[in-house]
């Protein structure tokens, strides 16, 4: 769990540093650097991620459900878009045949990975939220 918690926070400090900043990703090509920034929207929605994940590291260290709850959103959400992201990618890049496959196959690892993250270890960790003392605001 406590990985899990820490994973939230950086996702929490880099959200943070994004919104401040606006640089939304720094490229190094030649002898200088490339930094694309975030527009206004970009920035709004980095410090909108920030705030859930800060509030799910803290849930999650309270073993709150609302936590449990988000967290389960987030990766779905992740599992959603990888998909989504992978199909519109696969249908829209003019490569080969074997650069298409390859492609989906190294995303349909990630994807993997993330649904077997949430099914076999997250969905099983629902008991320790369950467990939280009355009046505590666990379920």
Same mark, same amino acid.
């Given at each position: 769990m406590k990985a899990v918690i820490t994973i939230l926070v950086l996702m929490t400090v880099a959200a943070a540093i994004a919104a401040v900043t606006g640089v939304e990703r720094v490229s190094f090509i030649g002898h200088g650097a490339v930094v694309a920034h975030h527009s206004l #929207? #970009?920035? =709004? $929605?980095a410090a909108a991620i920030g705030a859930? !994940? #800060? =509030? $799910? $590291?803290? #849930? !999650?260290?309270?073993?709150?459900?609302?936590a449990w709850w988000t967290v389960t959103l987030m990766l779905a959400l992740l599992v959603g878009y990888g998909v =989504? *992201?992978?199909? *519109?990618?696969m249908t829209t890049t003019q490569m080969d045949l074997l650069g298409n496959a390859l492609g $989906?196959?190294?995303e349909g690892v990630k994807i993997a990975a993330v649904i077997w993250f949430l099914v076999a270890w997250w969905v099983p960790r629902k008991k320790e939220f369950d467990r939280a003392e009355p009046g505590t605001g666990g379920a």
């Open positions: #929207g #970009g920035r =709004v $929605a859930i !994940c #800060g =509030v $799910a $590291a803290f #849930g !999650c260290r309270r073993r709150k459900m609302y =989504v *992201w992978t199909i *519109w990618k $989906a196959l190294g």
